[in-house]
């Protein structure tokens, strides 16, 4: 699958302990799902053991951040993807939460040093969303799980 232009990275992943964890909302969960599987699948390429690779569900996008602190909290957590969806609709809803989103999943990451790649979609339509999640070269849950694994290599890097 290629995504953002990348076949596949150019990066040994031996990073020791940890797991990657997808963080997934259940709200409009037929595209959410498409975004799991594309993080799933490039992981998986990405050569990522399934047991390093663990899925939490949460109601919405809302959630998303709380739960990305909890996880990083109570687990040994090499990078977090947080995936879901925002379809704009009439009233500012779809700004409150989108945002809160984001400003949530950031202000974690920056908390916490772990990385936290952002594969919510906030569409204006289905139609982007499912266009964002497809497997045709553009699912976003599979550019997020590159996004994690490249900085979870350059954060490694670092440190060495």
Not at 86 to 102: K, L, S
Not at 119 to 140: M, P, W
């Amino acid at each position: 699958m290629k995504t953002g232009g990348i076949d596949k990275l150019d990066i040994d992943f031996l990073f020791g302990e940890g797991e990657f964890v997808l963080v997934a909302s259940r709200w409009n969960n037929n595209i959410v799902d498409q975004l799991v599987e594309g993080a799933m699948k490039e992981l998986s390429l990405q050569g990522i053991d399934q047991k390093k690779i663990r899925l939490i569900r949460v109601p919405g996008a809302f959630e998303i951040p709380l739960m990305c602190q909890q996880v990083i909290n109570l687990r040994d957590v090499l990078a977090i993807l947080a995936l879901g969806v925002v379809i704009r609709g009439d009233t500012p809803h779809f700004e409150y939460v989108a945002g809160g989103c984001i400003n949530g999943i950031v202000q974690v990451s920056l908390q916490t040093g772990i990385p936290i790649s952002n594969g919510v979609l906030t569409v204006d339509s289905i139609e982007q969303a499912l266009e964002r999640s497809n497997f045709d070269g553009g699912n976003k849950g599979a550019e997020a799980a590159l996004t994690a694994l490249e900085m979870v290599h350059l954060l490694n890097e670092q440190v060495d």
